[in-house]
């Protein structure tokens, strides 16, 4: 009796213990399958989402000072914004149908540079390259900063098997790489926002960041004497189960599944806690950039506007949405709303301006980071030219760039000078009569004092990279391992790839390529991931034979 008590006691235990292994082994499963949304768990367990609370922005003077006064100047960036999502030449999302009459303006009753271009076909690159004047591979800002989750959940996201693999690199985790929040520009590299400092200027920072989230990297820490920031590469514009919102998920992109699993619509004010924006994001950076403006009228200010829109996650407040029925899409209806809410709330920042009487006498400078997004399912958002937001195609990285300042430049006045991202920071810098460091090689130059000097531009992301010289603009790539040459002059939408008829071109770009490379610096964290993006047409359609890609490294 004793034993049969002692092996009903074993069988007992050997299948508690074997319940316990299914378990951990369900449990594994679960965390395999759910560990990308660590990254925003544990933000929420550092420092949760608190209550709204409003802004109260450091007033200046009560009276402006008498004498000559430096113009103010006001930069507004958007987010993955396609060229062709502006209205101005006849373009516009879903064939025209949204239209941006206050984006338009800022063209017409300026200066629009018809060769604008940005510094890296993705955000965090480009972003640095404006703050900085330099190419950002200089200080090693190669690639966008993001997890390394993040990195590997684009590994494991793609859902088409014709597609060619998606590659992560688990070989280049080491120990020396940063922690995701030390990936940013470096503290030592000096800030537009630094130089404007030192010319007087109160520097206030809206928006978007992404440029590194420890407390040395942060916009308060960079320059700028106050800043209400998404700190990293996005948020929610609004709560997802909000009333007035109107959602559009992108099922087949692993991105967007990152984004919505992760982000949170918060802010954070000079690096405090966290906090809920009132409302959606993009009226929410508008509003605070119209008090902005009334608490500094009375000294000079430079204002960063970094909106986050129209970047995904696709949301729209309802009315943005209803005002939109012509459009049958969902998710082009939600794009076109967050494009026409975005004019919207441009058009306030100027009125805010021209209530101040202070229209005049301000520089405001409008550009995107980077092109449009293969990945929403959107066709033509950079047309005519082809490729996307990751690409060095035109499609990819020119960009729109339009600068207003009615006591300096004429209206309807436009340049076809080779310029863009790298210009600003010496731009700004001239306008405001701030000094340029004079410690480092600054690419920037100052394009309102004259056209652009350079002999050539150049991008680079891992291997794949490219130049732009005169009209020649040569890609180089390792996957595919291709050269592709452009004549822009006569092919401005790089249609004829003109390798094979000019070698000899190809070896003098390629020359330039090599010498410009041979000054960067090491990249301060790795490109983890490398995956196909095909350059005419969105992630939507189904992979053929025979469609053109270049693999994007991040």
Same mark, same amino acid.
């Given at each position: 009796m004793r034993s049969e008590q002692i092996g009903g006691a074993m069988k007992k235990r050997w299948m508690a213990l074997g319940a316990l292994v299914v378990l951990a082994g369900a449990g594994y499963a679960l965390f395999q399958t759910q560990k990308y949304r660590l990254p925003g768990l544990i933000q929420?367990?550092?420092? +949760? *989402?608190?209550?709204?609370?409003?802004?109260?922005?450091? /007033?200046?003077?009560?009276?402006?000072?008498?004498?000559?006064?430096?113009?103010?100047?006001?930069?507004?960036?958007?987010?993955?914004?396609?060229?062709?999502?502006?209205?101005?030449?006849?373009?516009?999302?879903?064939?025209?149908? *949204? =239209?941006?009459?206050?984006?338009?303006a800022l063209a017409t009753a300026g200066l629009n540079f018809t060769t604008a271009y940005a510094a890296n076909a993705t955000c965090s690159p480009s972003r640095a390259a404006m703050m900085t004047g330099r190419y950002p591979t200089r200080f090693g800002f190669e690639f966008? @900063?993001?997890?390394? @989750?993040?990195?590997?959940?684009?590994?494991?996201?793609?859902?088409?098997?014709?597609? +060619? /693999?998606?590659?992560?690199h688990r070989e280049l985790i080491t120990d020396d790489i940063p922690a995701y929040p030390d990936m940013g520009v470096p503290a030592g590299e000096v800030t537009i926002a630094e130089a404007l400092k030192g010319a007087g200027y109160r520097t206030l920072h809206i928006g978007k960041w992404h440029l590194g989230e420890s407390e040395a990297l942060q916009p308060h820490a960079q320059g700028f004497d106050e800043s209400l920031a998404i700190l990293g590469g996005g948020a929610m514009f609004m709560d997802a189960k909000d009333p007035n919102v109107v959602n559009a998920k992108l099922p087949w992109d692993a991105i967007d599944r990152f984004i919505w699993a992760n982000l949170r619509h918060a802010v954070t004010y000079n690096g405090g806690a966290r906090f809920r924006p009132s409302g959606h994001m993009t009226d929410y950076f508008a509003d605070e950039a119209v008090k902005a403006i009334h608490a500094n009228r009375n000294r000079p200010f430079f204002i960063y506007l970094a909106f986050n829109a129209p970047h995904t996650p696709l949301q729209a407040t309802r009315a943005d949405y209803d005002a939109l029925p012509q459009i049958a899409d969902p998710k082009t209806r939600v794009y076109g709303a967050m494009i026409a809410q975005l004019d919207r709330g441009i058009g306030r920042v100027m009125a805010k301006l021209k209530a101040e009487a202070l229209d005049e006498n301000t520089l405001?400078?409008?550009?995107?980071?980077?092109?449009?997004?293969?990945?929403?399912?959107?066709?033509?958002?950079?047309?005519?030219?082809?490729?996307? =937001?990751?690409?060095?195609?035109?499609?990819?990285?020119?960009?729109?760039?339009?600068?207003?300042? +009615?006591? =300096?430049?004429?209206?309807?006045?436009?340049?076809?000078?080779?310029?863009?991202?790298?210009?600003?920071?010496?731009?700004? @810098?001239?306008?405001?009569?701030? =000094?340029?460091?004079?410690?480092?090689?600054?690419d920037s130059e100052d394009v309102l004092a004259g056209p652009a000097k %350079? +002999?050539?531009?150049?991008?680079?992301?891992?291997?794949? %990279?490219?130049?732009?010289?005169?009209?020649w603009k040569l890609q180089v790539t390792e996957r595919p391992k291709q050269s592709r040459l452009y004549n822009l002059a006569a092919d401005p939408t790089e249609q004829r790839d003109v390798s094979a008829a000019e070698p000899g071109k190809v070896a003098e770009l390629r020359r330039?390529?090599?010498?410009?490379?041979?000054g960067m610096a090491k990249p301060i964290w790795p490109g983890l991931f490398e995956g196909p993006v095909r350059v005419d047409v969105p992630l939507t359609t189904k992979w053929e034979d025979g469609q053109e890609y270049v693999y994007w490294t991040n």
């Open positions: 929420d367990w550092r420092s +949760p *989402v608190q209550d709204n609370r409003p802004i109260a922005w450091v /007033p200046g003077p009560a009276a402006a000072a008498s004498g000559d006064r430096p113009p103010n100047i006001i930069l507004i960036v958007a987010d993955d914004l396609g060229i062709n999502d502006i209205s101005l030449n006849g373009g516009g999302v879903a064939g025209g149908l *949204v =239209k941006t009459p206050n984006i338009d966008t @900063a993001v997890p390394v @989750a993040f990195a590997e959940n684009l590994a494991h996201g793609g859902d088409d098997p014709a597609a +060619p /693999p998606a590659i992560f405001v400078i409008f550009t995107s980071d980077n092109g449009g997004a293969w990945y929403n399912g959107i066709a033509g958002l950079n047309a005519p030219y082809r490729g996307w =937001k990751a690409t060095f195609f035109e499609g990819g990285i020119r960009t729109p760039l339009f600068m207003r300042w +009615p006591a =300096k430049i004429p209206a309807g006045s436009q340049r076809p000078d080779m310029t863009g991202h790298l210009d600003l920071f010496a731009t700004i @810098a001239g306008a405001a009569r701030a =000094k340029l460091p004079a410690d480092r090689i600054i %350079r +002999p050539a531009l150049f991008w680079r992301s891992g291997a794949y %990279r490219a130049v732009r010289a005169g009209d330039m390529l090599a010498r410009q490379n041979q």
